[in-house]
């Protein structure tokens, strides 16, 4: 593949939002290499999808270290397609990975003490074939750790030039505020928090939203599909390919109950009424409110990649339509 970018790739097809009160702008849609980029999936696909993602004006890809299956291969694999297809368009993209969760065997493979994030980025850098990244995230809170210690550790992530912001991601309400008080008074603000947020997974309503305004700090979702519940994927049973056929997956087949494959119906009923897709609607929800700064796809081909994409078009919800959706979920 003798991959060349789309010419016209900033021509507005994709809108781009500033993270916070930084000057950093990333994309509405971001584009998430959790699951299919490791060495069980197809490299081809994936190739392809980075490719078309890249093309529609998406530059953000967000990584972590024990992303792929197995853990890390999702960097690996995609520091050889950097190399391959983008190191000439470096400056052009935004790369965030993470370290919080087991990584390797030992007590320094988990959770957030400084050896473990400054080691774990090391080799994440490694296996990606980079000099830095843009955004290094602590993945989770860890409370055996002292917070200070963690914050400071992504303080100086960045005064050693290994990222040029940080982020938290996962952290409850009280240990985000302290999080992002620690990272402000070391002079290297918090420029994003990662959560999972979705129309059927609101915690983030109830406390986050709030401290990041406060500091006008950025969120960025990710599970925004629910891991494909939210999508026509289920409307007619379990496919063969689906995360919920997948062991590896977190997605269970016994969560797809009849009041859920119930629930979805609904919800598709209300997304062809906005002339969407059910995914598509799902996406742009997440987008509603004005502290997201961007969404994360997740996606394991190019027709869903190209789909969900087209959720940029409608991002408008009206009164009515929030109530029919909250109606269909909450009853």
């Known amino acids: ?71 890390g291969t999702a960097e690996s694999n995609f520091g050889k397609l950097f190399k391959k297809n983008f190191a000439a368009h470096r400056d052009e993209m935004l790369i965030s990975t993470k370290a919080g969760y087991m990584m390797w065997a030992g007590p320094y493979g988990d959770w957030s003490s400084r050896k473990y994030l400054i080691s774990s980025l090391d080799q994440s850098l490694k296996r990606m074939g980079l000099d830095y990244v843009d955004i290094f995230y602590s993945h989770r809170y860890d409370p055996n750790t002292p917070i200070e210690e963690t914050m400071q550790a992504l303080t100086d992530i960045v005064r050693q030039g290994k990222a040029l912001y940080v982020g938290i991601s996962n952290y409850p309400e009280e240990a985000a505020r302290k999080a992002l008080w620690i990272l402000a008074e070391n002079k290297t603000p918090c420029l994003i928090y990662q959560g999972r947020y979705n129309m059927m997974y609101r915690d ?30 289920y409307l007619k049973g379990i496919p063969k390919n689906s995360r919920a056929a997948d062991p590896h997956s977190e997605l269970h087949a016994e969560s797809i109950t009849d009041e859920l494959v119930g629930k979805i119906k609904a919800l598709n009923e209300v997304a062809k009424k906005r002339g969407q897709t059910l995914a598509q609607m799902a996406l742009a929800w997440t987008l509603r409110d004005d502290v997201v700064t961007s969404s994360l796809v ?34």
């Open 1 to 71: 593949m003798n991959y060349q970018p789309n010419e016209n790739r900033y021509d507005g097809r994709m809108e781009y939002r500033y993270c916070g009160k930084s000057g950093l702008q990333l994309p509405r849609l971001s584009l998430g290499l959790w699951q299919n980029f490791g060495d069980i999936s197809s490299q081809s696909e994936a190739e392809k999808m980075l490719c078309m993602a890249f093309d529609e004006g998406v530059t953000h890809f967000d990584l972590a270290n024990n992303y792929g299956y197995p853990a």
């Open 204 to 233: 983030a309503e109830n406390g986050i939203f709030d401290a990041l305004r406060e500091s006008r700090v950025g969120y960025i979702s990710f599970s925004c599909l629910a891991q494909g519940v939210l999508s026509d994927k």
């Open 298 to 331: 997740g996606v394991s081909t190019c027709k869903q990649l190209k789909s969900n994409l087209d959720a940029i078009k409608n991002t408008h919800f009206d009164a009515e339509e929030c109530q029919a959706i909250d109606r269909i979920i909450f009853g």
